[in-house]
């Protein structure tokens, strides 16, 4: 079974619109943590924002803020006001487990195609 | 730069020949992850190493092995290569800490014909 679903293979969005990307994600661990992360044309893996499965409050780091629904295993990411560079691949991930260092376990991405 | 430092950057060769790519991770990272994208693909986990010793194996093939060495850096071999070999290797690494963020190199592009 897939531990981390993107269904939606690509979305379009207009500048300055605000866009959802979904995830979902399965595990039976208690403590986790969930990542997005972005991958421009250019090929690097740019890390956006982090949400742990204890954390009370939704993970935002500026324009990123991630929509983490504990019951539904839900993490959906949230772009507000989309730039033309927000163009690019978007993965989510996680970590299961409580142990230091454990292998990240990705979807299969979204393109995020932003348009002026 | 991100302070993982993957070499070389690009990568052509032929079938059935042999690669080596090679990650330092960042100071004071213990652990070393590598990752394959295929064209279009998410990335696929195939090893982690934690101070040099093995830690944990995913989708990694036989033809392919690494090893990470007193100081830290690692080393991806693939052998054998075939053309479905053709992707973007990651190489990632987190610190001895339970929730340390992953940081990922910039990656090699390997191409074989």
């Not at chain 2, 987190?94 to 191409?111: E, I, K």
């Amino acid at each position: 079974a897939q531990k981390i679903t993107q269904t939606q293979p690509g979305m379009f969005v207009q500048e300055k619109e605000a866009v959802t990307l979904d995830c979902t994600y399965d595990t039976s661990d208690p403590s986790y943590g969930l990542f997005w992360y972005k991958q421009p044309s250019s090929g690097e893996m740019i890390f956006l924002i982090y949400q742990g499965s204890y954390d009370q409050q939704n993970a935002t780091e500026g324009r990123y803020s991630l929509n983490f629904q504990k019951a539904r295993k839900s993490a959906n990411l949230v772009i507000s006001a989309s730039q033309l560079g927000d163009s690019a691949m978007y993965f989510c991930a996680m970590r299961e487990g409580g142990q230091a260092g454990t292998a990240l376990i990705f979807g299969k991405g979204t393109t995020l195609s932003v348009s002026s | 730069d991100s302070g993982v430092t993957q070499t070389p950057k690009h990568l052509i060769t032929a079938t059935g020949q042999r690669v080596t790519l090679r990650c330092s991770p960042r100071s004071g990272d213990l652990s070393v992850y590598w990752y394959q994208q295929s064209l279009d693909q998410g990335l696929q986990f195939l090893i982690q190493y934690y101070n040099g010793e093995e830690r944990a194996k995913g989708n990694i093939l036989e033809r392919f092995s690494a090893q990470q060495f007193p100081d830290l850096h690692s080393e991806l071999n693939l052998s054998s290569l075939e053309l479905g070999d053709s992707a973007l290797y990651f190489c990632a690494s987190s610190p001895p800490l339970q929730f340390g963020g992953y940081t990922f190199g910039s990656g090699t592009r390997l191409t074989v014909v």
